[in-house]
C-alpha cells in the first residue's frame, strides 16, 4: 500500500464494499472470546482501520489511524498469537502492549495472489484469551485469504471499468480526430478549387489555364487522398466504416456516372463499360460508386498504357457482380495475398502514386455489404478485380448499418 490519503481512502472503501467483513469480524470475536477485532490496512507510516467489531469501547472506528510503530504489525508481517502479554517473555514489554492496555492478541496479513501486502486482520482484548490453539490461527488465515481474494476481485472489476472508460474517451478522442482532419484539410482545398475554377474563367492565356486546370486535377487527387484516409481512420480507428442501406432502382445509371468522372479525371484514358443490373439492389450506392472508382484508378495507374479498362456489373442468382480489368504486368503471386492490405502497393507498376489504401477500402466497403472481393492476374489474361455484393443482404442488414473492418 502507499502511504497516501487517496490510497489508504480507496482500501477503506474496497473492505467496506466486502459484504461478509462485519459477519467475519463477529465469528472471531465469538469463537475467540475476544471482543475487538479489525481489519487494518497497514502502510509503511499509519495503520487505519478499515472495518470494526467493537464490543469493549476500545475508542478505533472505521477509518481512524495510529502511527504504524505503536501497533504491533510494525514488529512483523507473521502471523502474531498472544494469550497473555503481561507474562509473555517476547511481548510483555512492547510500548503497542502498555500504550493499549492488550493482554490478548492475534493477528495475520492479508496478502493478495502477486506478493502484495494489504493490511492484518486482527483481534485483541484486555483480558486473556486461548488462541494458540491450531484452529483458531487456522480460522484467521482462511478469513484473512478471503477478504484478499475479494479484494483482488474488486481490484479486476476496477480495471475493467476503468479500461472501459478509458476505451470509451479514446473512441470520442478518435471521432473527434477524424472529424478535425476532415473539417482542416478540406477547407484549403475547397478554397484553392473555387479560386482555380474564377481563374479558368477570367483567364484569356492558353498557358495560365492550363496551369489553372492542373492545379485543380491535382486538388481532386489530393481529395481523393484524404477521403482515402478519412475512410481508412473512420475503418481502423473509429470501429469500422458506415454503410447506410437504401433500395437502389437503378445501379447502372450510378455506375455510368463513376465511369464518366474517371474519364473527365483523366482524358487519355479508355473505358469499356458493359453494366447491366436488370434488378434492384438493397446497397449503400455511394460507397459502391466509390468501390467503382478506386478500382477503375487502381487500373488506369496500374494498366498498361493506351490499353482499355473494363468495367461488368451484373446481377446472377445470388449477387450483384462488379468486375474491374485491365492488361499489363501481372501481379506476383506472391503479392496476390497482401493487395487489400493497407499501404500496400505492388512493385510491378513504375507508377507509385497514391498512399496504398484504394484497394483496402474497396475491400472494407465490400467486407461491410458482406460480400466478397477477390483478383485474378496473369500476363495471358490480365488483372481483373471482382467484388460480389449478395443480393440478400437486406434481410440481415436493416436500416443504418456499421460493417467492421
Same mark, same amino acid.
Given at each position: 500500500?502507499?502511504?497516501?490519503?487517496?490510497?489508504?481512502?480507496?482500501?477503506?472503501?474496497?473492505?467496506?464494499?466486502?459484504?461478509?467483513?462485519?459477519?467475519?469480524?463477529?465469528?472471531?470475536?465469538?469463537?475467540?472470546?475476544?471482543?475487538?477485532?479489525?481489519?487494518?490496512?497497514?502502510?509503511?507510516?499509519?495503520?487505519?482501520?478499515?472495518?470494526?467489531?467493537?464490543?469493549?469501547?476500545?475508542?478505533?472506528?472505521?477509518?481512524?489511524?495510529?502511527?504504524?510503530?505503536?501497533?504491533?504489525?510494525?514488529?512483523?508481517?507473521?502471523?502474531?498469537?498472544?494469550? %497473555? &502479554?503481561?507474562?509473555?517473555? *517476547?511481548?510483555?514489554?512492547?510500548?503497542?502492549?502498555? @500504550?493499549?492496555? $492488550?493482554? !490478548?492478541? #492475534?493477528?495475520?496479513?492479508?496478502?493478495?495472489?502477486?506478493?502484495?501486502?494489504?493490511?492484518?486482520?486482527?483481534?485483541?482484548?484486555?483480558?486473556?484469551?486461548?488462541?494458540?490453539?491450531?484452529?483458531?490461527?487456522?480460522?484467521?488465515?482462511?478469513?484473512?485469504?478471503?477478504?484478499?481474494?475479494?479484494?483482488?476481485?474488486?481490484?479486476?472489476?476496477?480495471?475493467?471499468?476503468?479500461?472501459?472508460?478509458?476505451?470509451?474517451?479514446?473512441?470520442?478522442?478518435?471521432?473527434?480526430?477524424?472529424?478535425?482532419?476532415?473539417?482542416?484539410?478540406?477547407?484549403?482545398?475547397?478554397?484553392? %478549387? &473555387?479560386?482555380?475554377?474564377? *481563374?479558368?474563367?477570367?483567364?484569356?492565356?492558353?498557358? @495560365?489555364?492550363? $496551369?489553372? !486546370?492542373? #492545379?485543380?486535377?491535382?486538388?481532386?487527387?489530393?481529395?481523393?487522398?484524404?477521403?482515402?484516409?478519412?475512410?481508412?481512420?473512420?475503418?481502423?480507428?473509429?470501429?469500422?466504416?458506415?454503410?447506410?442501406?437504401?433500395?437502389?432502382?437503378?445501379?447502372?445509371?450510378?455506375?455510368?456516372?463513376?465511369?464518366?468522372?474517371?474519364?473527365?479525371?483523366?482524358?487519355?484514358?479508355?473505358?469499356?463499360?458493359?453494366?447491366?443490373?436488370?434488378?434492384?439492389?438493397?446497397?449503400?450506392?455511394?460507397?459502391?460508386?466509390?468501390?467503382?472508382?478506386?478500382?477503375?484508378?487502381?487500373?488506369?495507374? %496500374?494498366?498498361?498504357?493506351?490499353?482499355?479498362?473494363?468495367?461488368?456489373?451484373?446481377?446472377?442468382?445470388?449477387?450483384?457482380?462488379?468486375?474491374?480489368?485491365?492488361?499489363?504486368?501481372?501481379?506476383?503471386?506472391?503479392?496476390?495475398?497482401?493487395?487489400?492490405?493497407?499501404?500496400?502497393?505492388?512493385?510491378?507498376?513504375?507508377?507509385?502514386?497514391?498512399?496504398?489504401?484504394?484497394?483496402?477500402?474497396?475491400?472494407?466497403?465490400?467486407?461491410?455489404?458482406?460480400?466478397?472481393?477477390?483478383?485474378?492476374?496473369?500476363?495471358?489474361?490480365?488483372?481483373?478485380?471482382?467484388?460480389?455484393?449478395?443480393?440478400?443482404?437486406?434481410?440481415?442488414?436493416?436500416?443504418?448499418?456499421?460493417?467492421?473492418?
Amino acid at each position: 500500500m502507499n502511504d497516501g490519503p487517496e490510497d489508504v481512502a480507496k482500501a477503506i472503501e474496497a473492505v467496506g464494499r466486502i459484504e461478509v467483513v462485519p459477519t467475519l469480524l463477529a465469528v472471531l470475536c465469538e469463537i475467540t472470546g475476544m471482543r475487538f477485532s479489525v481489519v487494518a490496512c497497514v502502510t509503511e507510516t499509519t495503520w487505519t482501520a478499515c472495518a470494526v467489531q467493537d464490543e469493549i469501547g476500545f475508542g478505533v472506528r472505521r477509518g481512524d489511524q495510529l502511527a504504524v510503530n505503536t501497533t504491533l504489525c510494525f514488529e512483523s508481517r507473521a502471523p502474531i498469537v498472544i494469550e %497473555h &502479554a503481561s507474562t509473555d517473555p *517476547l511481548y510483555h514489554a512492547h510500548p503497542a502492549v502498555k @500504550l493499549h492496555a $492488550i493482554e !490478548s492478541h #492475534i493477528s495475520v496479513p492479508i496478502v493478495l495472489s502477486n506478493g502484495r501486502y494489504f493490511g492484518n486482520l486482527c483481534a485483541i482484548d484486555p483480558s486473556p484469551a486461548k488462541v494458540k490453539e491450531p484452529r483458531i490461527l487456522s480460522m484467521f488465515t482462511r478469513f484473512a485469504s478471503l477478504i484478499a481474494s475479494q479484494l483482488e476481485t474488486q481490484l479486476r472489476q476496477e480495471q475493467a471499468n476503468t479500461a472501459l472508460l478509458d476505451e470509451r474517451e479514446a473512441g470520442e478522442l478518435r471521432e473527434q480526430f477524424i472529424a478535425i482532419l476532415g473539417h482542416d484539410l478540406r477547407n484549403p482545398l475547397q478554397a484553392v %478549387h &473555387a479560386g482555380c475554377e474564377l *481563374l479558368e474563367q477570367n483567364i484569356t492565356d492558353p498557358r @495560365l489555364s492550363t $496551369i489553372a !486546370s492542373r #492545379i485543380k486535377t491535382n486538388v481532386r487527387r489530393m481529395s481523393a487522398l484524404i477521403d482515402d484516409v478519412l475512410d481508412f481512420a473512420r475503418g481502423r480507428l473509429g470501429g469500422g466504416l458506415d454503410v447506410e442501406m437504401t433500395e437502389v432502382e437503378s445501379i447502372n445509371s450510378g455506375l455510368m456516372t463513376v465511369v464518366q468522372e474517371v474519364l473527365d479525371a483523366r482524358p487519355d484514358c479508355k473505358i469499356i463499360s458493359d453494366i447491366d443490373v436488370g434488378r434492384p439492389v438493397r446497397c449503400d450506392l455511394g460507397r459502391l460508386q466509390q468501390v467503382a472508382s478506386n478500382l477503375l484508378t487502381n487500373a488506369a495507374m %496500374h494498366g498498361l498504357p493506351h490499353s482499355s479498362i473494363k468495367i461488368t456489373a451484373c446481377a446472377d442468382d445470388d449477387d450483384l457482380v462488379l468486375a474491374v480489368w485491365n492488361a499489363g504486368e501481372p501481379i506476383p503471386s506472391e503479392s496476390i495475398d497482401k493487395i487489400f492490405q493497407p499501404f500496400w502497393r505492388h512493385s510491378v507498376s513504375a507508377n507509385r502514386n497514391g498512399l496504398g489504401l484504394g484497394l483496402h477500402i474497396c475491400s472494407q466497403i465490400v467486407r461491410a455489404h458482406q460480400g466478397s472481393i477477390s483478383v485474378t492476374s496473369s500476363q495471358v489474361d490480365g488483372t481483373q478485380f471482382t467484388a460480389r455484393l449478395p443480393l440478400g443482404v437486406s434481410k440481415r442488414l436493416d436500416g443504418n448499418q456499421r460493417g467492421y473492418g
